[in-house]
């Protein structure tokens, strides 16, 4: 899936403005490896580099260390089945 909007209702079933802090993170991470750290592919992965982010966001003054604390680990939703345009006339169908 390509931009934020897509990316969050593929792996969260919701809108960027309803996601949660730990969500918001893991897709952030994506940007660095985008299918190295799907956490449909390894979730492991993708929760390891959202910690990453949320210690980033400490440091740059975004959260407070008890905000980040609360933080929980994002799950991704299982149900994968919404079929997304590919091919050569996915332009035609934006």
């Given at each position: 899936?390509?931009?934020?909007?897509?990316?969050?209702?593929?792996?969260?079933?919701?809108?960027?403005?309803?996601?949660?802090?730990?969500?918001?993170?893991?897709?952030?991470?994506?940007?660095?490896?985008?299918?190295?750290?799907?956490?449909t592919?390894?979730?492991?992965?993708?929760?390891?580099?959202?910690?990453?982010?949320?210690?980033?966001?400490v440091?740059?003054?975004?959260?407070?260390?008890?905000?980040?604390?609360?933080?929980?680990?994002?799950?991704?939703?299982?149900?994968?089945?919404?079929?997304?345009?590919?091919?050569?006339?996915?332009?035609?169908?934006?």
């Amino acid at each position: 899936v390509y931009g934020l909007r897509a990316a969050a209702r593929h792996y969260f079933g919701r809108t960027p403005e309803n996601l949660s802090i730990g969500q918001a993170a893991m897709l952030a991470g994506l940007v660095k490896a985008p299918s190295k750290l799907a956490p449909t592919i390894n979730l492991k992965g993708a929760r390891d580099r959202a910690a990453l982010v949320v210690a980033a966001m400490v440091d740059a003054g975004f959260l407070d260390k008890a905000e980040a604390a609360t933080v929980r680990p994002a799950r991704p939703i299982a149900d994968h089945t919404q079929v997304l345009p590919n091919g050569t006339y996915f332009a035609d169908w934006v």
